[in-house]
């Protein structure tokens, strides 16, 4: 994949226009044939070979060497998109608390930014996981003639109690370390971030997964600290990657803003401006996105198919399901 900027005007809906916003974005560099759009979950970026390897490449369900692929960087991200950690122009330093809020529907506009810039008029297929999901389906609303088919894999049209309580319990554990409000630069905040992603990840896996990959080797042990390592570990991985609180809080932030039908009479009235042939996908263990909520919600779209699949790991089934999930894409090309 080739990584690619552009740097464009956003008028965001918080009334603020961001000039001069750098959009980060990367395509296969295929012309011709197929155009593929994936949008990204919450804390990955736009090069879908590191972190849906088994997904996307040479040769895989998704083929970069045939395919025309493109994947965008959604704003706020840590990951090259104009955020907190990204400079701000008044002052020279890094946006961090200061970085205006954005919306689900702020980072589609710069996905429409990016597809007109490569003049791509049609797209075969835009493909979104997870918070991925809500842009993807914010655009096939706003932009219902680009697509010929989608797939909207473990999300929802709006934001529900249940994820915004998890989202505010990650805010709370970014403000409870005291050098996140200091915000004197972008490692502010790092043990608040450890903390904050250590509770996303339960509520991205479930009670199956977490027994068949954490539980204690040894019958006698004194007292049980396997995922206990686990959990902190995955904590100092996001922030050794290059994550920062400031980034992770705006992306909390817009996931607050997540609903269809804000504006367009609701989100079943929404849903029925969309023309691609649609395939929504649910895993039976996600806590996050319930089958039985997306079954419902599927229904709403004209035309569309709704596909369970059983997975041990919960929400993180849609990154793990290789197999199950390729044959679902191969079926809808």
Sequence with gaps: MIRQELITTLELECGVRLENARIVFHTSGVKG??????????TANSDPEDWWPEMVGAGKTIDTEKDCIVCVNML???YGSEG?????????????LSFPDVTIRDTV????????????NKIDMLLGASNGGFHAIEWAIMEPDVFKRCLFLCTAPRISPFLGATVEAQRMALEADPSFREAASLQGGAAGLKCARAQALISYRCFK??????AEQDPDTLFAGRVASYERYQGEKLVRRGFDAYSYFCLCNALDSHNVGRGRGGVQKALKRIKAQSTVVAVDTDQIFPPQESRQWAAAIPGARYVEISSDFGHDGFLLEIAKLSAIIMASE
């Design 109 to 120: 506009n710069s996905f429409i930014a990016v597809r007109k810039y490569l003049g791509i």
């Design 33 to 42: 044939g197929r155009v593929i759009w994936i949008c990204h979950a919450l």
């Design 76 to 78: 706020g991200s840590a």
């Design 84 to 96: 907190p950690a990204q400079k701000n122009p008044a002052t020279g330093k890094p946006w961090l």
């Design 209 to 214: 997964g977490y027994g068949l990959t954490q």
